[in-house]
């Protein structure tokens, strides 16, 4: 079992800023690969960045050039820096990690963007 404790959301607007956190429990040394999905209401969940074991980051279409994910591997810790927020940003964020075939998922946190 591995618990996910995300830290970092909250109410901002639009072209702030905000720093997302993600610890886990124990060594994700051997992850598959950890990062940050998200839900707006109504919508389906979707990945927004991840990294990979072999260190290779990936930030999907609607975040490129906003979004960065980073890794502290001696913190078993993600984290999501997000810039130029924009409102349709607004949704619940989780962070996951894939490791022995099976996927871990935090609570989730809120991030709203007002315009």
């Known amino acids: 079992q591995v618990k996910l404790v995300e830290s970092g959301g909250g109410l901002v607007q639009a072209g702030g800023s905000l720093r997302l956190s993600c610890a886990a429990s124990r060594s994700t040394t051997n992850m598959e690969s950890m990062g940050w999905y998200r839900q707006a209401p109504g919508k389906q969940r979707e990945l927004v960045a991840a990294?990979?074991?072999?260190?290779?980051?990936h930030v999907f279409d609607s975040a490129k050039g906003r979004f960065a994910i980073s890794r502290d591997s001696a913190k078993d810790t993600v984290y999501l820096q997000m810039d130029n927020l924009e409102p349709d940003d607004t949704g619940a964020y989780y962070c996951?990690?894939?490791?022995?075939?099976?996927?871990?998922w935090g609570q989730g946190l809120q991030v709203t963007v007002s315009s």
């Open positions: 996951y990690v894939r490791m022995d075939l099976t996927a871990y």
């Open positions: 990294v990979t074991r072999s260190g290779i980051n």
